[in-house]
């Protein structure tokens, strides 16, 4: 039971770049999220989703795509990356209908945008 | 605005002594609060959570307390230990459909030997 995983672990790209970041979760939670850590920010949400084929914006959804087309994965892209998403990037899967609605997280993606 | 205040950014203490990490909230609709650990170059780990129906919930070195008239909790950890120090992450959930989870900013607990 790996729990949650993301891919990649780190990551460099330049401005105007593209890509995926990809979260898998292997205890058929039906909500997974997406949220970024900036230094003295705590953690924000970016996107989130309440089950396969729905997404919904968080608190910092700009210049991201989220996509939900399996139960277990859920998707995080940036079209064209600016030094503002340089950010370590942290997906969380929950059963919510269990209090008390525990997230439990990946190993995180550390993403450099230059 | 800042729905879950951690306004101290760091705490340092004994080891062996009590640890006392403190967190705000404004929003009167949070009725369940968790507190995450997060080590470097990990993922936050779930520590410790309270209903707003309970004032205090304790599970071994760790207990949550919860004022709800102040909109304030604590996480108070007794005897902390070296392996405690790590970030501190305080965060609310209004429950229900609303499963989202706010967080505050995080309070860095480091714990001297």
């Known amino acids: 039971n790996a729990g949650v995983t993301q891919t990649p672990k780190f990551r460099v790209l330049k401005t105007g770049q593209s890509m995926t970041l990809l979260c898998a979760q292997d205890?058929?939670?039906?909500?997974m999220y997406w949220y970024r850590q900036d230094p003295g920010m705590g953690l924000r949400l970016i996107h989130y989703?309440?089950?396969?084929?729905?997404?919904a914006k968080g608190e910092v959804p700009d210049g991201y795509n989220v996509s939900r087309l399996k139960k277990q994965n859920f998707l995080l892209g940036l079209e064209s990356a600016a030094p503002s998403q340089t950010s370590v990037y942290f997906c969380?899967?929950?059963?919510?209908?269990?209090?008390?609605?525990?997230?439990?997280f990946g190993p995180g993606t550390r993403l450099t945008v230059t | 605005d800042q729905q879950v205040k951690q306004n101290s950014p760091s705490l340092s203490v004994q080891e062996g002594r009590i640890s006392i990490l403190n967190c705000d909230y404004t929003?009167?609709?949070?009725?369940?609060f968790l507190w995450y650990k997060k080590y470097p170059a990990e993922g936050p780990t779930f520590l410790i959570s309270?209903?707003?129906?309970?004032d205090k919930n304790e599970d071994g070195r760790f207990t949550v307390f919860l004022n709800k008239s102040a909109k304030h909790l604590s996480l108070h950890i007794v005897p902390s230990q070296p392996g405690d120090s790590a970030v501190y992450f305080c965060?609310?959930?209004?429950?229900?459909?609303?499963?989202?989870?706010?967080f505050g900013k995080g309070i860095t607990l480091s714990v001297r030997p």
């Open positions: 969380a899967s929950s059963y919510v209908r269990e209090s008390p609605y525990e997230q439990y």
């Open positions: 205890m058929n939670h039906e909500y």
């Open positions: 989703s309440v089950g396969e084929g729905t997404t």
């Open positions: 929003n009167s609709m949070f009725d369940y």
């Open positions: 309270i209903s707003s129906i309970k």
């Open positions: 965060a609310a959930s209004g429950g229900g459909a609303n499963s989202k989870l706010t």
